[in-house]
Every structure is written in C-alpha cells, then in structure tokens.
C-alpha cells in the first residue's frame, strides 16, 4: 500500500477585493457605532445587529463611475446588507449590571 503525500490546506481566499474600504466602526449622526450596536431599519420590524461598513468604488479599468455604500447587518435570520440612508436609529450595547 502507498500513500501519497497530503496537500496543505489552501490558503482562505479574501473576504472582500483589495479596492474596498471595508470598516467595523463607522460614524452615524454623531454615534461611533462598532460591532454590538443594534440599529432600525425604515419599514422593518425589530432591530438588526452591526457588523461592518462597506464603500466600494468602481473596479478598476472598468469604465463605470459610481461608488456603492452599504451597511451589513445580522438579523436573526442571517445576514443582511441595506444603504445607509435605510437606518433610523441606532441603539448601543446592552449593559448589565455586575452580580453582587
């Protein structure tokens, strides 16, 4: 019986390409939101989780000119991306008291 060598795992490959600007923090009306935050969108019950802020400017050499700006978000049915002018408030972190 021969065994053959075992390949080394590949590499992940990246999230997003190298000409995104791709930030967990972002500044909203004034409010630092960061990972934790819970925001509202327009028309949609319940809040959504923050998880990162997006800004994509055109391919290079791709010839079309606008830039795409979204909000990813975690709902409890997963993930979701909106625009920013969708969100209507933002909530920060619950914080519980410290048991005695």
Do not use: C, N
């Amino acid at each position: 019986m021969t065994l053959t060598k075992r390949q080394a795992p590949a590499s992940p490959a990246p999230r997003h390409p190298a000409w995104w600007t791709v930030s967990t923090t972002w500044d909203w009306h004034g409010k630092q939101l960061t990972k934790g935050w819970t925001v509202r969108i327009r028309d949609q019950r319940g809040t959504l989780g923050f998880i990162e802020h997006v800004i994509a400017p055109p391919r290079p050499g791709s010839g079309k000119r606008l830039t795409k700006e979204w909000v990813t978000l975690m709902g409890p049915t997963g993930y979701r991306s909106v625009t920013p002018d969708k969100i209507t408030a933002a909530y920060p972190p619950i914080k519980t008291r410290k048991r005695s």
